[in-house]
């Protein structure tokens, strides 16, 4: 089966600095999310993507995030200035159409700001 | 707002024994759900939504709309299904838009 690729798989950072959480989709889909997971909370949402702008974000979605697909076929998460309650898994989504509703998850980025 | 209740963050059965994890939502509109699944050291994958009525390794979940609930069963636990649960909610009135996960549940088969 087709998988979503993320890298890094761990990234550690200092606080301030800037990080880039990287997603290769699979090949035909064309709509993209960005799910994050702080350790020992739920899964939450922070933005889906698609026909190269942001389709919906979430509150926790603010000026310090944002994605891009630059060239194509890697699909970044950037958060500018990295605070420490920032420290979490990062996954990327991805699903072939609207319609369809399975997601595909890659296997996720975690991030830890010291 | 949508929100999704899964009231027990461990479970633990014996192998062979049934299953039953909960899920519980709120929503005022009509709510797609969905079950996922990660198995240890594994990526988040589908294991099933209720628009398929289907059943998936032996796992069942049925939508009670009276109830606002959609819990997970399975008649024989297996040590195979030890992982973590997720249960999750998307609208209805506008289809492929963000999932609304439940806090998970992890569940221990036993030998």
């Known amino acids: 089966e087709p998988e979503v690729t993320q890298t890094p798989s761990h990234q550690v950072t200092q606080m301030g600095q800037e990080v880039i959480l990287r997603c290769v989709p699979i090949s035909n889909h064309l709509y993209f999310y960005w799910y994050r997971q702080i350790l020992g909370q739920k899964v939450e949402f922070l933005v889906s993507f698609y026909n190269n702008e942001i389709s919906e974000k979430s509150e926790i979605f603010d000026d310090q995030f944002s994605v891009e697909r630059p060239d194509g076929s890697n699909f970044t998460l950037k958060i500018r200035s990295t605070k420490l309650e920032d420290s979490a898994m990062y996954f990327c989504?991805?699903?072939?159409?609207?319609?369809?509703?399975?997601?595909?998850f890659g296997s996720g980025t975690q991030l830890s700001v010291l | 707002a949508q929100r999704v209740t899964q009231p027990e963050k461990l479970l633990s059965v014996f192998k062979g024994a049934p299953v039953e994890l909960k899920c519980n939502y709120s929503?005022?509109?009509?709510?797609?759900l969905f079950w996922y699944v990660q198995y240890s050291r594994q990526r988040l994958q589908l294991l099933l939504r209720?628009?398929s009525r289907e059943s998936i390794k032996g796992f069942t979940a049925d939508l009670n709309k009276g109830e606002t609930s959609f819990h997970l069963k399975k008649p024989f636990a297996q040590e195979e299904d030890s992982a973590m649960y997720y249960c999750a909610l998307s609208k209805v009135e506008t289809s492929g838009s963000r999932l609304t996960f439940g806090e998970g549940t992890q569940l221990t088969v036993n030998p």
């Open positions: 989504a991805t699903r072939r159409r609207e319609a369809d509703e399975k997601l595909f």
């Open positions: 209720h628009i």
């Open positions: 929503y005022s509109g009509s709510p797609e």
